[in-house]
């Protein structure tokens, strides 16, 4: 069970808005940054939003991250077939330890 | 073009050693930290080690420490990471990745495509 909890699952039909959420506690989340990463089936990891709301070069800005406390969130808007992959949160922890969510698998109806 | 190539996996029995090794290529290494990410089959990611660009400072996840040794050899923009005494749940894809900047531990720019390491009797 990961630190940083995620729901194990998101849907969405083509167009929608749909929210990933990632929770954490004071030592991690709650006094670090925040970062997403997308995968898809098959590949590595992809950096989709670092220090809690940046994107990096390149990554669209219909994927949009924010935090608030101990949690944070990926946010996807006008949603499209190919955002179909797997999604993971993952934030450095005060004891001396990176974490990742469980992940969220995004199914695009 | 930043390039990651891992190497090194493969099927060891449980208790057996492992290393393995990322090479880097296309970007200053040693200005770099480095670190090692895992997934198991059909599981999530899971950090496991990383190193600061000068060698200096390192850092374990709980479930390999004592047993996981992250190492790098600026000289050959490689990095290393030395498994000892596996166990089955070591079983995985293990990832090497780049972050960015000498310090940071997170997050990862660059990943490689990963090398496979079973470990089973």
């Known amino acids: 069970q990961s630190v940083l909890t995620q729901p194990p699952s998101a849907s969405g039909t083509p167009g929608q808005r749909v929210t990933i959420s990632c929770s954490g506690s004071?030592?991690?989340?709650?006094?670090?940054?925040v970062y997403w990463y997308q995968q898809l089936p098959g590949t590595a990891p992809k950096l989709l939003i670092y220090?809690?709301?940046q994107r990096p070069s390149g990554v669209p800005d219909r994927f949009s991250g924010s935090k608030s406390g101990t949690s944070a969130s990926l946010a996807i808007s006008g949603l499209r077939s190919e955002d179909e992959a797997d999604y993971y949160c993952?934030?450095?922890?005060?004891?001396?330890?990176?974490?990742f969510g469980g992940g969220t698998k995004l199914t695009v109806l | 073009e930043v390039q990651l190539e891992e190497s090194g996996g493969g099927l060891v029995q449980p208790g057996g050693s492992l290393r393995l090794s990322c090479a880097a290529s296309?970007?200053?290494?040693?200005?770099?930290?480095m670190s090692w990410v895992r997934q198991a089959p059909g599981k999530g990611l899971e950090w496991v080690s990383a190193?600061?660009?000068?060698?200096?400072?390192?850092y374990h996840a709980d479930s390999v420490k004592g047993r996981f040794t992250i190492s790098r050899d600026n000289s050959k923009n490689t990095l290393y990471l030395q498994m000892n005494r596996l166990r089955a749940e070591d079983t995985a894809v293990y990832y090497c990745?780049?972050?960015?900047?000498?310090?940071?531990?997170?997050?990862?720019?660059?990943w490689g495509q990963g090398t496979l390491v079973t470990v089973s009797s």
């Open positions: 220090r809690n709301n």
């Open positions: 004071s030592s991690n989340i709650g006094s670090n940054y």
């Open positions: 190193m600061s660009a000068s060698g200096d400072n390192t």
């Open positions: 296309g970007f200053t290494f040693s200005s770099y930290a």
């Open positions: 990745a780049k972050t960015i900047s000498p310090a940071a531990k997170l997050p990862f720019d660059y």
């Open positions: 993952a934030a450095w922890d005060d004891r001396l330890s990176g974490l």
